[in-house]
T-cell receptor, first 109, second 122 residues
Framework: DAKTTQPNSMESNEEEPVHLPCNHSTISGTDYIHWYRQLPSQGPEYVIHGLTSNVNNRMASLAIAEDRKSSTLILHRATLRDAAVYYCILNTGGFKTIFGAGTRLFVKA | GAVVSQHPSWVICKSGTSVKIECRSLDFQATTMFWYRQFPKQSLMLMATSNEGSKATYEQGVEKDKFLINHASLTLSTLTVTSAHPEDSSFYIC??????????????????FGPGTRLTVT
């Protein structure tokens, strides 16, 4: 499975945008880039996914580098409820999803 | 849409007993379900992958005779922890993968996770 690298933690101020980076230099052409987040004592929550083009949904935006070796999850206005561990995961053809360590996001009021 | 439930949400059992955890996809069909285990301050660790109607595939180091998985229908998978011991105490999370092409899903194999079951073995 192709691996991803994320910073261990990041900090943001409330109401400000947050850019969460993810490196995936060994990504293959068929790998989808998925982002999930996990709030304390809860199961992970699907956030967004993409293949080649940038994506937007009601939760976030996903910016994918042209060479697809990195991506950035963008939270446009962080709230205290966005404090969570964010996981960037590659998935090909419906195979198993392996979680890395993720990025713990702290949001300051 | 895309709701996955788990039952129970928490359970306390005595050492040596068995515990069954249910995972249901409530509003979609899932041919594949996954079981994860998570210890405090750690990431999720995949235990096994189960496909409806067939035997589960266990990850290396996971005892299949201790963690029994049954995936009897497109909406239900169960994990039974047999002869539980205190070291089995953990947060167990299931997830279901939507069937690509079905209504509301994008064919990108996204997974939807249950809320987790906290198991404490005394």
């Amino acid at each position: 499975d192709a691996k991803t690298t994320q910073p261990n933690s990041m900090e943001s101020n409330e109401e400000e945008p947050v850019h969460l980076p993810c490196n995936h230099s060994t990504i293959s052409g068929t790998d989808y880039i998925h982002w999930y987040r996990q709030l304390p004592s809860q199961g992970p929550e699907y956030v967004i996914h993409g293949l080649t083009s940038n994506v937007n949904n009601r939760m976030a935006s996903l910016a994918i580098a042209e060479d697809r070796k990195s991506s950035t999850l963008i939270l446009h206005r962080a709230t205290l409820r966005d404090a969570a561990v964010y996981y960037c995961i590659l998935n090909t053809g419906g195979f198993k999803t392996i979680f890395g360590a993720g990025t713990r996001l702290f949001v300051k009021a | 849409g895309a709701v996955v439930s788990q039952h129970p949400s928490w359970v306390i059992c005595k050492s040596g007993t068995s515990v069954k955890i249910e995972c249901r996809s409530l509003d979609f069909q899932a041919t594949t379900m996954f079981w994860y285990r998570q210890f405090p301050k750690q990431s999720l660790m995949l235990m096994a992958t189960s496909n409806e109607g067939s035997k589960a595939t266990y990850e290396q180091g996971v005892e299949k005779d201790k963690f029994l998985i049954n995936h009897a229908s497109l909406t239900l998978s169960t994990l039974t922890v047999t002869s539980a011991h205190p070291e089995d105490s953990s947060f167990y999370i299931c997830s279901a993968r939507a069937v690509p092409g079905t209504s509301g899903f994008h064919g990108a194999y996204e997974q939807y996770f249950g809320p987790g079951t906290r198991l404490t073995v005394t």
